[in-house]
């Protein structure tokens, strides 16, 4: 298997960019620490602004000292004038000099996506913000912030609120709005629910928490599994510092939070026992051990580089782009791309049948309802075609067609689970890409351009999440450092590709 990639390739390929501006945290678990451990896991390139120094461990805040304002500044200027970032997260800013100072510089930079992560008291219990200070935040650092994560104790210090419940978790989102905010996030973790979908009495009958995050018009009501560990220093710190990873990435919002929050589940439930308190969390838990530490997906495209180019890259893809592709061939597309929905809900369900863990199952039900939505929309889209749904019904199924669907059936019967998800792979990862180039590349022609609508329905964050969502739970299958093993993977990747690239032909050529 070659895995090597040239240094040229890597030299053109420059990073998304992140800072944190925050306290230092002697024991590593929280903080700029923390921070810059997220933002490699995460893939983005990370600088740095230390506003304060602690002294502390996984029990006690034992000493603060705020680093002077003017050098906070410098700092500050210092990588914005050389390196610039593509997005911000502030923490612990300590004092009102420090926060004005940053505030002051971020507008003369033009930095607009800030992820607030308004640190008051650290999980040991000791206060991280100066007692006059609070006023500033909201004074001076709300109305910059592009997304605020307050817990819900901090959330009732900046709005006055008392939360007890989701409405006043909604309320809050609200308020922070009204001060400025462009997007919210009250985070849920101090009001857990049972299996009853009542308020937990103890941790112990805890089994989710609900995030909500708001956009000025629509709550997203988050909800997760409540993780059983006491290893929780540093989950507010990682939480903002990914999702200011995801927005360095031009992921939306939504998906960045989704993204930041699926990360910082995994690195709670594989956290760590270190220290006599709150221990940290595990922030390379994503990391797959191949020789030069790329992720799996990366492995599986550079391995099949030419199929999966000649797949993305398609003249079929090309002409959806400058708006060339002839109705004709759009429309059989369409019709073929129907038939091949029903067969890629069948192999979800033999991934359901693969499974002997409950929950496991549940996520593959909830993948084919996805899917059974994905079919509505492409049922309402086909109809705008002129394609009405008795004509989906009677198209017959093309070859090409076949023989991609009845590929990813048989590697779901015959091999194990891991086998049938890169199998799909080629599908849910390049339709997703695909639908993020074509939106993003100015080049794409969007007036009087018949199919942007179906790039953009790929772009989107309905389909973006499903490509998050298939990525996490391939990789939890993985072993790492089998290279055997990631071969036979990176064969059927490569196959699937080609059958890909065979369905766009089937579509530009009307072949049956």
Known sequence: ???????????????????????????????????????????????????????????????????????????????????????????????????????????????????????????????????????????????????????????????????????????????????????????????????????????????YITDILYDGQTFYEEKMEYIHTQNTHGTGCTLSAAIAAGLAKNESVLIAYRNARNYLQNALKYSFDLGKGHGPLNHYHNSLVFPDNRSFVQVLKDYAKKEYSDYTNHEFVQKLADGTLPVESFKYFLCQDYIYLTHYARVHAICGFKLNNLQKIAEEAD??????????????????????????????????????????????????????????????????????????????????????????????????SSVTTGIELAKECIKPGDTKRITELCEVFRQACRLEANFFEMGLKQLE
């Not at 199924?397 to 086998?419: H, V």
């Not at 018949?450 to 309905?462: C, F, I």
Request: hydrophobic share 40%; aromatic share 6%; with cysteine.
């Open 367 to 464: 993948i084919i309802s996805i899917i059974r939505k994905e079919t509505s929309l492409h049922i309402k889209y086909c109809e705008s075609w002129g394609i009405s749904l008795e004509e989906l019904e009677r198209t017959k199924e093309a070859s090409a067609n076949m023989a991609y669907t009845r590929f990813c059936i048989e590697r779901g019967l015959s091999g194990d689970i891991l086998d049938l998800k890169v199998a799909l792979f080629a599908c849910l990862i390049g339709y997703g890409e695909i639908g993020v180039r074509l939106v993003n590349d100015p080049n794409t022609k969007r007036e009087n351009n018949p199919y942007y609508k179906w790039a953009e329905n790929y772009a989107a964050d309905l389909y973006q």
């Open 1 to 207: 298997m070659k895995l090597e990639v040239s240094r040229k390739e890597n030299k053109n390929q420059l990073p998304p960019r992140s800072m944190t501006i925050a306290g230092s945290d002697s024991g590593g678990g929280a903080g700029i620490q923390a921070d810059l451990k997220t933002f490699t896991a995460l893939q983005v390139y990370s600088s740095s602004v230390i506003a304060a120094l602690t002294a502390q461990n996984t029990t006690q805040v034992t000493g603060i000292h705020a680093v002077p304002a003017k050098f906070v500044e410098e700092q500050l200027v210092d990588v914005l004038e050389d390196i610039g970032t593509d997005s911000v997260k502030t923490g612990m800013l300590f004092n009102s000099d420090i926060i004005k100072t940053i505030v002051r510089v971020l507008k003369k930079y033009n930095v607009t996506k800030v992820v607030v992560d308004p640190v008051m008291v650290a999980s040991s219990g000791a206060r991280l913000l100066e007692d006059d200070t609070i006023e500033v935040v909201r004074n001076e650092l709300l109305p910059i912030a592009y997304v605020i994560t307050p817990n819900i104790p901090e959330a009732e210090v900046l709005t006055g609120l008392t939360i007890k419940t989701i409405d006043d978790m909604k309320n809050a989102a609200q308020m922070l709005y009204n001060m400025g905010v462009k997007y919210p996030l009250i985070k849920g973790g101090h009001i857990a629910f049972n299996n009853n979908n009542e308020v937990a009495k103890n941790s112990e009958e805890a089994t």
